[in-house]
């Protein structure tokens, strides 16, 4: 099964950046849709932006559209998620996550995903 390895996390001040990258390994599919998303103690896991496969269609959460971009390389098989104007409230563990996806399509629940990432922790200090 395909393996999501998360890199790029760390500590930040608030208002800055960060840049983190997910690279898939063992892919037994030739299509597939990548998503990020974040969990913080006590509360569930949100979605925080999504891509599909061609990269030409992306989708985020309202609390990060403006401030987070999410790309991916398929070539490498990397899909990154670039972050700014970073806050207190973008702490978590961060994760990626992919499933299959033939018609092009991006998905924010993370029902819809196959494989998960091993998260990485982003904090943000005041």
């Known amino acids: 099964q395909a393996q999501l390895h998360e890199s790029g996390g760390g500590l930040v001040q608030a208002g800055g950046s960060l840049s983190l990258s997910c690279a898939a390994s063992q892919l037994t599919f030739d299509h597939y849709a990548m998503g990020w998303f974040r969990q913080t103690p006590g509360k569930a896991r949100e979605f925080v932006a999504a891509?599909?496969?061609?990269?030409?269609?992306?989708l985020y959460a309202d609390s990060v559209k403006g401030r987070f971009t999410v790309s991916r390389d398929n070539a490498k098989n990397t899909v990154s998620l670039q972050m700014s104007n970073l806050t207190p409230e973008d702490s978590g563990v961060y994760y990626c996550?992919?499933?299959?996806?033939?018609?092009?399509?991006?998905?924010?629940?993370?029902?819809?995903?196959?494989?998960w990432g091993q998260g990485m922790q982003v904090t943000v200090s005041a």
């Open positions: 996550a992919v499933r299959v996806d033939t018609g092009g399509y991006y998905y924010h629940g993370g029902y819809e995903y196959d494989q």
């Open positions: 891509i599909t496969w061609s990269g030409e269609g992306t």
